[in-house]
């Protein structure tokens, strides 16, 4: 065996080599290779575990969005300035990361003070005091970066603690106040990649960080067995996810990544055993970053184009099938497929081929113009649309559009097949068969389709949008009347297991027969609930709303089934696209509702007396404290209505059931009914409770803050306390 000389012993070293080597790691995770690693990971999953903020990942989608708004502008409307877009962005964050370098600076000045002056290692409560001391400040007017600092200083407060735990995992650590000084260094690249996600550059995804974490530490360099180069790559490309039924592509890079990275690196740089170690490990972080390669979505926009223009100039009879395979190559990179290099290679040559001879008839002069013509009667004036035969706001027409919507649609379905599928001949002519229908369906009117392809519904068609500039989403071009009972609104599920019903009361205050404007949109490579807003009056008012996603419900199989009397207009995902954060998938359906009941149309944006809070529910278990809390938030008109109740002294029996309505359906349903054994509990908990603190009640209802949270704790199994805080964030 030799070995190498280097001033890190323990990250090069062989664990099963002399017994004196000098090593920072317990001896128990160099006895066998396999449960070293396995118990190192846990024990570091747990740590990121403890990090993680669902307030950071927030904080982080406000930036993307701020900054993505003013890449958009700047790009003007051909999307063709990405320079400029890029320069823009920069500067909009540049005082952010100078804000956030300044006040982990300060932090770790107070942090190293308190050390130097104390005979032990400081308890979390003097962490706690010292880090006070140093308080966020910024001279920039802008909400984004006031939220990022304020997640930043929690975060950092956070990683302080993790150093304690780090004993688990490592014989030593270095002082706190060395720690967080490091943290600087990492400031920049979060920045650079929330820029990134604004310019629509998707980073690989970092892949299974706990394990990342504890190879790198443990100096392990492994790679999948027997794997060739190629496949080892494309498995940190996989987007599987528990509960999955099959790989789904997010819209785009989602903003929780960037807390995953920061919180990766931070982990390695609390375990290291000496800041020189800590530069070994930064520097290995940079340079992994730097080799990883972007896909850019100006990519896909460059290839749409290249299609468009190739296929006006096709005639007819001529075989449109090598357009097709070119293009296929550019919508994978969005498209987080199951498939092996080889197995794509095989699918695009099959589908290219398929697709060819269905679009053939589509091909020619005299084609194009009668079929946008079709395309433009179906209903894209509704949408604000004027075009003619040559195209809209760019240099693509409907006709063209409408056969990309096909490839892209079929393309994003069929990626979804394994390697075992690709092999079966006739299982591939199967689903291209049922994809390209479903495709078909959504980008063709009902007028161009032949009648065994149409379906029932409104006869329209979807409409790549925004019209000017680059293709973030697409808008159904019919607006549907429809009438909601409650008991309709009570059985469709929303975001985080709130009903339609909740939101209607918690936002217009509806509670009863509604009569609204449903408008549809469609996810597309790009797409952002904040885009979306910033395009549709009816989501944003011409502006980005604090919290678009919360205007933009998702069309699920059950909620067209109800609202529009045809499941399969609908669209279901995964639990992670169906929370209150921004990600959204590839191919899914939202929707918005512009309530016409009274003399105005009002939209989802327009709360009532300035109530932005939703309601909803949070579950929290923490094993190692053998502690779990559940904790109810209610919007400022919920809030009011039990606080009503209350003060009428009316039966606490009216304010339990107006809870249940609330609490039931999302532990019932959210996060796959993994909740549900809460229900039973929370309803006794609140039964016992709640008749003497009818007080508290009318008191956090009174108070200026939005809303107000019931907060029920268990610790192993025994209630331990109810509180009663203002404000739905109170959790």
């Known amino acids: 065996m030799v070995y190498m000389e280097t001033p890190f012993p323990g990250l090069l070293a062989d664990p099963a080599g002399e017994a004196g080597t000098d090593t920072p790691f317990l001896s128990q995770y160099f006895a066998d290779e396999g449960p070293a690693l396995a118990s190192a990971e846990r024990e570091v999953e747990q740590l990121l575990e403890g990090l993680h903020d669902e ?30 877009s890029e320069q823009a962005v920069l500067r909009y964050l540049r ?97 650079e990649r929330v820029a990134k996600l604004a310019l629509d550059r998707l980073p690989p995804q970092l892949r299974e960080p706990a394990r990342q974490v504890a190879q790198r530490l443990l100096g392990r360099r492994t790679r999948n067995a027997g794997a060739s180069g190629e496949t080892a790559d494309l498995e940190d490309d996989r987007q599987y996810h528990e509960g999955d039924e099959a790989p789904v592509a997010p819209a785009g890079a989602e903003v929780s990544t960037v807390q995953q990275e920061f919180d990766a690196q931070a982990v390695m740089l609390a375990l290291a055993a000496s800041p020189a170690e800590q530069e070994l490990l930064l520097a290995e972080s940079v340079l992994d970053g730097r080799a990883a390669e972007d896909f850019s979505l100006l990519e896909l926009d460059a290839a749409r184009d290249r299609f468009a223009h190739a296929w006006e100039q096709l005639q ?169 009972s409650p008991a ?44 979306i807003a910033r395009n549709e009056p009816v989501v944003g008012g011409g502006a980005a709303p604090t919290e678009p996603a919360a205007q933009l419900l998702p069309l699920t199989r059950e909620a067209a089934a109800t609202l529009l009397g045809d499941p399969e207009f609908g669209r279901d995902v995964p639990e992670r696209f169906l929370g209150d954060g921004a990600a959204v998938a590839v191919g899914q359906r939202l929707y918005t509702l512009e309530i016409v009941d009274g003399p105005h149309a009002t939209g989802l944006g327009g709360t009532r007396a300035g109530a932005t809070a939703l309601s909803g529910v949070t579950v929290h278990e923490d094993p190692r404290t053998a502690t779990a809390t559940v904790a109810i938030r209610l919007s400022e008109t919920l809030a009011q209505t039990v606080a009503a109740q209350a003060r009428a002294r009316r039966p606490v029996s009216v304010t339990l059931a107006a809870l249940a309505r609330l609490y039931d359906p999302w532990l019932s349903r959210a996060d796959g009914g993994r909740h549900a054994a809460w229900r039973a509990k929370v309803r006794r908990f609140l039964a016992t409770q709640l008749p003497g603190r009818r007080a508290e009640l009318t008191a956090a209802a009174a108070d200026p803050a939005d809303g107000l949270t019931i907060t029920c704790r268990w610790r192993s199994g025994r209630p331990l306390e109810l509180t009663i805080v203002a404000g739905a964030g109170g959790a």
Not at 493 to 502: E, P, Q, W
Not at 510 to 528: C, F, K, N, S
């Open 488 to 531: 309709a609104a009570r059985g469709i599920r929303t975001r985080a297991g709130r009903t339609l019903s909740t939101v209607l009361n918690d936002r217009l205050g509806h509670d009863g027969h509604v009569r609204a404007r449903l408008h549809l949109y469609q996810v597309i490579p790009g797409t952002t609930p904040a885009r």
């Open 55 to 84: 307030e950071f990942d927030t904080a982080v989608a406000r930036l993307v969005e701020q900054a993505q708004a003013r890449a958009d502008v700047v790009a003007g409307i051909d999307g063709r300035h990405p320079r400029q």
């Open 95 to 191: 005082p952010l990361t100078e804000d956030a370098e300044d006040l982990l600076s300060r932090l770790a000045d107070a942090v190293e003070a308190a050390e130097n002056s104390a005979p032990v290692v400081l308890s979390a409560a003097d962490l706690d005091a010292a880090m006070a001391r140093a308080e966020i400040s910024t001279a920039r007017p802008e909400p984004a970066f006031e939220e990022f600092l304020g997640a930043l200083a929690k975060k950092a407060k956070a990683v302080a603690k993790v150093v304690a735990k780090g004993a688990a995992i490592v014989s030593k650590v270095l002082p706190t106040g060395i720690i967080l000084r490091q943290l600087i260094r990492l400031v920049r690249p979060l920045v």
């Open 316 to 484: 007819e009879d001529e075989d449109p099938t090598p357009l097709v395979e070119q293009f296929l190559p550019a919508v994978l990179p969005v498209l987080k497929t199951a498939l092996t290099v080889i197995g794509r290679d095989k699918v695009v040559t099959f589908l290219a081929r398929h697709l060819g001879r269905l679009i053939a008839p589509l091909v020619g002069p005299k084609i194009s113009p009668p079929l946008s013509k079709a395309i433009v009667d179906a209903g894209m004036r509704l949408v604000a649309l004027e075009a003619d035969e040559a195209g809209t706001g760019g240099t693509r027409g409907p006709g063209v559009e409408a056969v990309l919507t096909l490839i892209e649609d079929t393309a994003a379905e069929f990626m979804r097949l394994s390697d075992e599928d690709v092999e079966v001949t006739a299982l591939l002519e199967q689903e291209a068969f049922a994809a390209v229908g479903r495709a078909a369906r959504a980008g063709f009117p009902p007028v161009v389709l032949r009648p065994s392809a149409r379906r029932a519904g409104a006869g329209g068609t979807w409409v790549a949008m925004p019209r000017r500039g680059p293709r973030r989403y697409r808008k159904y071009s019919r607006i549907i009347d429809v009438d909601i």
